[in-house]
């Protein structure tokens, strides 16, 4: 009803509706960190709008990522001043939701101490330390170099092993996800060599039987390592590394299981070199 304040009065029948109280039922993780994925279940979400128009946790706004009436789902974007705090919810009717007090808690940001080695190629091992990984969550689901996701190989929440994928030369940041969405972040804290090669016609001869002495020539075959301490040919160990440096690879031709039968070498033979830093595969 609306009083015009001289008697006059204008009635509509049925024309509000008051909406059930919304309740937060369950916050899932309840503490995290940015890049946290989280999910705030409950009744009445939306207080009578249609969709949640802002977040905030602990006095920080998150990123919306979906909204209904029962589910929020939103992003952790920062960490504020409060550890602990409240979650506001917001419908685009302005209708306010609000947890109970100290319902979601910040975590200690991930960080990335160390990386080594920080640089590396296609095939690289790569050990990175730091704190806080798993950021609330159970393991570290990815590794990116410079944009390229590498295979983890061990993973906890302070030492992460990774193998590098191949990526174009160049510098770039190293990214840790956890299950949870956390992540770490590290600017400009991997570079990709120019991967090694071997040229065209740089295999001789490309015949071969053990004990056959064999010259790879090419660029960049140590894969930025110091020396070559193991080398394999078809997967046949070699008997002998004679000599090696970047351009060049001097060696004798291990023996191909019980008996030393001539094998043809074709000319982009692929080489796996393992390093005393680096663990890399040149081609």
Do not use: C
Not at 190 to 210: L, M, R
Not at 258 to 279: F, G, H, Q
């Amino acid at each position: 009803m609306l009083d015009a304040g001289n008697g006059a009065t204008v009635e509509r029948a049925d024309g509000w509706t008051y909406t059930e109280p919304a309740n937060v039922t369950d916050i899932s993780p309840a503490k995290g960190q940015i890049g946290t994925r989280v999910i705030v279940t409950g009744t009445d979400l939306l207080a009578g709008g249609s969709k949640i128009a802002s977040a905030k946790f602990a006095g920080v706004e998150a990123t919306i990522t979906s909204s209904n009436n029962t589910h929020l789902e939103a992003v952790i974007a920062a960490k504020g001043d409060d550890t602990t705090g409240t979650i506001v919810m917001v419908s685009d009717t302005g209708g306010v939701v609000t947890s109970d007090d100290d319902a979601w808690e910040y975590l200690d940001a991930s960080s990335i101490g160390d990386v080594d080695p920080t640089s590396g190629q296609i095939g690289t091992n790569v050990t990175i330390t730091g704190s806080a990984f798993y950021g609330g969550g159970e393991k570290v689901v990815s590794v990116t170099l410079n944009g390229e996701e590498a295979t983890i190989l061990e993973e906890s929440d302070d030492t992460i092993v990774v193998v590098a994928a191949r990526g174009d030369a160049g510098e770039g940041h190293i990214v840790v996800t956890s299950d949870t969405g956390a992540y770490a972040y590290a600017e400009n804290a991997w570079t990709y060599i120019e991967e090694g090669t071997a040229d065209d016609n740089g295999i001789s001869p490309t015949v071969v039987q053990f004990n056959t002495i064999l010259t790879i020539e090419g660029a960049n075959l140590l894969g930025d390592g110091t020396e070559a301490t193991s080398i394999t040919i078809a997967g046949v160990a070699v008997a002998e590394i004679i000599s090696a440096d970047n351009d060049k690879i001097v060696l004798r031709v291990g023996e191909k299981g019980d008996d030393r039968r001539r094998a043809s070498v074709p000319p982009r033979v692929i080489v796996s070199i393992s390093l005393p830093d680096a663990n890399n595969r040149s081609p």
